[in-house]
């Protein structure tokens, strides 16, 4: 079993709409998680961080769930330039990062 | 400030040749990663330096795969006798220290092995 798992969607959605997208990590040592934002033949970039009290930045807000091991991510009023694939990411307890697989979403018009 | 470069951006070689990609972390950054990324696919990681050192080599998926990094700076990734399944966007990454920390990529070199 992979340490993060995300559904790999994609998630078709209108502008205006909200969108979550959730990961599940198997390793219960993580302790950081970030959320990253990839554009098609980009390189990943930082979405923001997961903190446990949870985050918000503007129409994004993370949240972390350690009891059920999973993170959100929770996009209000999509707009179209949301559209990329959203990587998740757990330290797996370990100093190597553990990416997810990612969750493409597409906000159309 | 400067971030991550790679270098070459794009690089189309003959299969059994040898490669080698460049990686020029962001100044002071300890921690180093490499991955790989193939067409439609998540990130496959393949090897992290803390300094010069490499702690987790785990991910390199043959012996042909190589990696060094000097001076706690640049990195290169070689692959010796390339074949048409290593033909995929090789990313590099650093941070300040471990995994713990925001990764910042470069903008890749995309190998094409014919």
């Known amino acids: 079993r992979k340490e993060v798992e995300q559904d790999p969607g994609p998630f078709n959605v209108p502008e205006g709409a909200t969108v979550a997208f959730n990961c599940t990590y198997s390793?219960?040592?993580?302790?950081?998680f970030f959320w990253y934002r990839q554009d098609c033949r980009k390189e990943p970039k930082l979405l923001m961080s997961v903190y446990s009290s949870g985050n918000e930045d503007g129409r994004f807000t993370a949240q972390l769930n350690r009891a059920s091991q999973y993170i959100s991510l929770l996009i209000r009023d999509s707009k179209l330039s949301d559209s990329a694939t959203y990587l998740c990411?757990?330290?797996?307890?370990?100093?190597?990062?553990?990416f997810g697989r990612g969750t493409s979403l597409i906000v159309h018009p | 400030g400067a971030g991550v470069s790679q270098s070459p951006s794009n690089k189309v070689t003959e299969k059994g040749k040898d490669v080698e990609l460049r990686c020029d972390p962001i100044?002071?950054?300890?921690?180093l990663y490499w991955y790989r990324q193939s067409l439609g696919q998540g990130l496959e990681f393949l090897i992290y330096f803390q300094g010069n050192s490499a702690p987790d080599k785990s991910g390199l998926p043959s012996d042909r795969f190589s990696a060094e990094r000097t001076g706690g700076s640049v990195s290169t990734l070689t692959i010796q006798r390339t074949q048409q399944e290593d033909s995929a966007v090789y990313l590099c990454?650093?941070?300040?220290?471990?995994?713990?920390?925001?990764?910042?990529f470069g903008p890749g070199t995309r190998l094409t092995v014919l």
């Open positions: 990454a650093s941070s300040l220290g471990t995994g713990a920390d925001t990764q910042y």
């Open positions: 100044s002071g950054h300890t921690a």
């Open positions: 390793n219960s040592a993580s302790q950081s």
């Open positions: 990411v757990g330290s797996g307890g370990s100093y190597i990062p553990t």
